[in-house]
């Protein structure tokens, strides 16, 4: 295991994700990515990466967070989200990816996140749902 994907979208179930991705990349001394899909920087974006680092700050990996921006989110889609992250294992050559169990929408609530199901149905490398 060498490069290992977090998707966060801010929620605390993503995060969680990204501390177990972080305890990963250093039990394995892989890269780790931290990647947020939005349509543009914005200061939720903002946000969601300052507390991602905040999250890695108290873990002993080191990791690129970063924003991914897509078109396709003019209106907040998780299967273009899931379709960026899925993009994005394949352009890095990603060979597992964490993503939480669910997303910080509401309806994400009610199953497993749109988002993180369509990441593990698509995925052609091994995806960890953190609860």
């Known amino acids: 295991m060498d490069e290992i ?17 972080a305890e990963l990349s250093v039990r394995y001394d892989a890269t780790l990515h931290a990647v947020h899909v939005s349509d543009g920087e914005t200061a939720a974006t903002d946000e969601v990466l300052a507390r991602a680092r905040e999250t890695l700050a108290e873990t002993e990996a080191t990791a690129e967070v970063e924003l991914r ?5 003019t209106v907040r889609s998780a299967r273009a989200a899931a379709k960026e992250i899925l993009a994005y ?9 964490v993503v939480g169990h669910h997303g910080a929408g509401r309806v994400e ?12 149905r698509g995925s052609t490398v091994p995806v960890t749902v953190v609860p």
């Open 5 to 21: 994907l977090a998707a966060i979208d801010g929620s605390d179930n993503s995060m969680r994700a990204l501390q177990f991705a």
């Open 69 to 73: 921006e897509t078109d396709e989110m």
């Open 89 to 97: 294992v394949e352009d890095n050559e990603v060979d597992h990816v």
């Open 109 to 120: 609530r009610a199953m497993l996140g749109s988002a993180s199901e369509t990441v593990v």
